[in-house]
């Protein structure tokens, strides 16, 4: 009787020790694959917006981000790095480039110790929680302000000494993004050259590029390409539309054909690094975008011709298609930009590069395909209801009465304890109920009366955890729930589950949950050792 219990116990022990050691393989699999998925999400082309922030009423950081992923932009670059965006994008996986401004370059480039504080402060305290891919020094520093060029360079090794420091280095990619007019006579592609007069900052920068697998960053607008040159350069070309073949232009000494301006400019970065020995740097378009407005000077910064020039790089990017020197190689490119910067200075199209005003609706609606689900949800209706100010609290009390019993709507997230209840008011309650009752009625104009005492707004008046009917986070918030009900489903099936181990491992193909192994020793030592 001894031997046999002793019997069972080993084939016990066995048996938990194989159990083990497949649900490790699993484990260790399933780590596999996502650091794969990571890989490639990381190799992956993709389109991103830049984001400034010269915007009165801008949104706060946590709806930002909200707007962000509601529109699924995976990828931006910051011309800073605000550390309130950063702390509202930790856990979200949005990419992002964060900036030195040029008013610090002088700084960072005469201090190491500052350098590293800037690291520290800006990159390492967030990272790996906000996924921050690289740190842009400067923007177009070389021909603005050509006075810190000799800063540039030491800015940059200081930094990425810094981000060695922090083992980063592998992780987060440095650059410096430079004007258009660096490169020097831009067409025919095969002649251009960078200014030769910066060739002595330009050539060390090239090979620290190359050694650390960093991008060259170029910020390139076919719009003022084709602004600046009319006539010559056609505006068919400049916004990426069909050309015949008689209209694409030639390189007479490469005899490739190019069909867009972008890709004419892509490609003379690229000759103009081959000129300096330079092969294996790619080009990364940090800026690129067209003006939905200007002055009486402007005629072609309109609505029409911004929404067809983004909608058409979107899927010009998408379609992979590189460009004639490097049909092989797409530039990933980032669109300027997120928002309208109405507190910009003259000229008009200056405050005007936005896809969206800083209320979060929309300028336009891009018109494309290929770009899955990116920048495909239409803003440009998302409006509210609310009540007026200076309105006595009995008509208002009276209103919401009306509101939250005939006009039968939802009030029940401003009762006690509920996410609206506070702040426990009559206007604020009243505000949450006319917008109800306004998002039922599908935003009728007439519904948002109340005798006068209600308007409709296009800012979100959504605060904390009080989320409006129409919200951005309303559907996301129907989402969370419903996942959140999935989530509880499938773990009750698991409990549930009648069948043995063998036909789970089988099912699952040997991405068993490990977390589920605890579960399986009291049924186990029940199986083999009562």
Known sequence: MGDSKLTKAIITLLFLLLLLSLCLIAEARGVTAELKNQQDFENETFVGVNIGTDVSNLLSPPKLVSLLQLQNITHIRLYDANNDILRALAGTKIRVIVSVPNNQLIAIGSSNTTA???????????YPETVITGVAVGDEVLTTIPSSAPLLFPAIQSLYSALIASNLHTKIKISTPHAASLILDPFPPSQAFFNQSLTWVMQPLLQFLSRTGSPLMMNLYPYYVFVENKG?????????????????VVDPNTLLHYTNV???LIDAA????????????????????????????????????????????????????????HPEMTSSTFIYELFNENQRASPTTEANWGLFYGNGTAVYLLQFSGGGNFLGNDTTNQTYCVAMDGVDTKTLQA????????????????QPGQDCYDPNNVKSHASYA??????????????????????????DPSHGSCIFPGSLKESNKTKT???????????AEMLGWKTTFFTIWVWNEFFFPTSLLGLLFPLLLTMFVA
Not at 236 to 246: G, I, K, R, V
Not at 293 to 303: E, P, R, V, W
Not at 399 to 414: M, V
């Open 399 to 414: 209103a919401l009465d009306w509101a939250c019993g005939p006009g039968k709507a939802n009030c029940s997230e401003i």
């Open 232 to 248: 010559v350069v056609s505006l068919e070309s400049s916004l990426f539309e069909p050309l015949t073949p008689a209209e694409e």
């Open 434 to 459: 006319f917008d109800s009752y306004y998002q039922k009625q599908g935003k009728a104009q007439k519904s948002c009366d109340f005798k006068g005492i209600a308007m409709i707004t296009t800012s």
């Open 270 to 325: 690229y000759f103009c690094m081959n000129n300096l020995n330079i092969t294996d740097v790619k080009v990364l378009v940090t800026e690129t975008g067209w003006p939905s407005k200007g002055n009486s000077t402007d005629s072609y910064a309109t609505i029409d011709d911004a929404d067809i020039y983004n909608s058409n790089l979107i899927k010009h990017v998408y379609d992979h298609s590189g460009t004639p020197l």
């Open 116 to 126: 590293a504080n800037w690291i520290d402060h800006n990159v390492a305290a967030f």
């Open 262 to 264: 972008l890709d004419a």
């Open 481 to 491: 729930l419903s996942n959140m009900n999935t989530a509880t489903k499938s773990g």
